[in-house]
């Protein structure tokens, strides 16, 4: 795929219930010509949900614009935003380039060109997309579902990002996300010993639980505040507050924020409150609980997502 950012395959991902928030794009397969090929921007925190869904209908919680125009194809999905509001702005925009102030600068994003589908226009959008602000800083991951769809960005993604191919799941269960972690150094959330002292302010750390971070190599004995990190790994790039990553100031061992973040909500057990492991549970069936995914064309996009978006 990309020259600049290696495609990574596998069969399916788990991801962390409570933590993933993802858009996505749908293609039309609709034997019916006025349909058929014509795309759908949405967010999700359940991908495998969210399709059945849409194919379903909106009686089951599918959106008004897919009702009855499918069987649709979730062809890929952006995932990575911090919160639901980073995933629903950058949803929004993906929507809307002509109205994001952000975007509305590319001319050539104004319109689909001649002969241009459906497909390679959104597609177009999304490559002009993530190498803008603040976009361009998030550890976004673009999940191509459907091999059919691949291709390569024309304009090369940020390094820090990451290109990958499979399905995604979600799950609650923190003992599957642990199994599925196993063998990479990111995954490693505990450590048997840690200094009393940030090593960068040299103050004492409080509630290390919740506010210390360490480095990725195992070995490394690095201790610090999250922010005294955050500060250090920023160095001269004034006016951001939070990292891609940087070196490690004791071992020189290369650190991706995304992936200390990803690491520390491990060690805590994160995940939904009060739920435990279930190894039972079908996190693809559809559910009576309510579902947060949006389906913005039938209402504006709220105040704080418009904000952010421009």
């Given amino acids: ?12 991902d788990l991801e962390q219930k409570g933590h993933f928030y993802g858009v996505y794009l749908l293609c039309s397969q609709s034997l019916d010509a006025r349909y058929h090929g014509k795309c759908y ?8 949900r969210r399709i059945k869904q849409h194919n379903r209908g909106r009686d089951f919680g599918g959106a008004k614009k897919t009702s009855k125009k499918g069987p649709w194809q979730m062809v890929m999905i952006v995932h990575g935003f911090p919160n639901n509001i980073a995933a629903l702005q950058f949803e929004w925009a993906w929507q809307q380039p002509t109205l994001s102030t952000r975007l509305k600068i590319f001319p050539e994003l104004k319109r689909k060109q001649p002969k241009e589908s459906h497909f390679d ?9 993530l190498g803008v602000g603040p976009w361009h800083r998030l550890p976004l991951t673009v999940r191509w579902l459907e091999s059919d769809y691949e291709r390569d960005f ?3 993604l940020p390094l820090h990002m990451q290109i990958v191919s499979g399905k995604v799941a979600i799950t609650s269960s923190q003992r599957h996300l642990r199994v599925a972690g196993e063998g990479t150094s990111s995954s490693s959330c505990s450590r048997s010993v840690w200094a009393p002292e940030c090593h960068l302010c040299m103050q004492r750390i409080e509630q290390p639980e919740r506010s210390r971070l360490g480095c990725l190599n ?3 004995k690095l201790t610090c505040h999250m922010l005294c990190l955050a500060n250090y790994l920023l160095g001269d790039q004034p006016g951001h507050y939070i990292p891609i990553g940087g070196i490690c100031p ?3 061992t ?3 924020w995304a992936s200390l973040l990803q690491r520390k909500r491990l060690g805590l ?6 739920t435990q492991d279930n190894d039972d549970e079908d996190c693809d069936e559809l559910s009576d609980e309510p579902d947060v995914d949006s389906d913005v064309e039938a209402v504006e996009p709220p105040d704080d997502v418009r904000e952010l978006s421009s």
């Avoid at 990309?2 to 069969?11: E, G, H, I, K, Q």
């Avoid at 921007?41 to 495998?48: A, L, M, R, Y």
């Fill in 1 to 12: 795929m990309s020259t600049v950012n290696t495609l990574l395959c596998s069969t399916e």
């Fill in 41 to 48: 921007v949405g967010f999700t925190v359940n991908p495998k």
């Fill in 121 to 129: 226009y959104n597609f177009r959008i999304l490559n002009r997309m």
């Fill in 154 to 156: 024309k304009i090369p």
């Fill in 218 to 220: 195992a070995t490394c």
């Fill in 250 to 252: 004791l071992c020189d």
């Fill in 254 to 256: 290369q650190l991706s």
């Fill in 269 to 274: 057990g994160l995940g939904i409150l009060g």
